[in-house]
């Protein structure tokens, strides 16, 4: 049985920074991909950034530059650093790995 557990979220200021994350588990991550996703209040759940079993990896558009995207393999775990987080940023983030979600962790940017 797979499990996502996700950790790191929390209340963060305009320009600050968090990492998220992933811990899997019932499941050797390393040979999927694994995504990170968001959904704001009133919004759709959105890919925010995806990282292949051979490390390549895509980013959505509005979190390039600023979000990275990595893994440990040896610790099963996925990691988010979120850089120069804006307010528009503030969603619950969840990690996806072949259609299992975990609980998700809420990301709150603000003054």
């Known amino acids: 049985q797979v499990q996502l557990v996700e950790s790191g979220g929390g209340l963060v200021q305009p320009g600050g920074s968090l990492r998220l994350s992933c811990a899997a588990s019932g499941i050797i991550s390393s040979i999927y991909a694994i995504g990170w996703y968001r959904q704001a209040p009133g919004k759709q759940r959105e890919l925010v950034a995806l990282i292949r079993s051979g490390g390549g990896t895509n980013y959505a558009d509005s979190v390039k530059g600023r979000f990275t995207i990595s893994r440990d393999n040896a610790k099963n775990t996925v990691y988010l650093q979120m850089n120069s987080l804006k307010p528009e940023d503030t969603a619950v983030y969840y990690c996806?790995?072949?259609?299992?979600w975990g609980q998700g962790t809420q990301v709150t940017v603000s003054s």
């Open positions: 996806n790995l072949m259609n299992n």
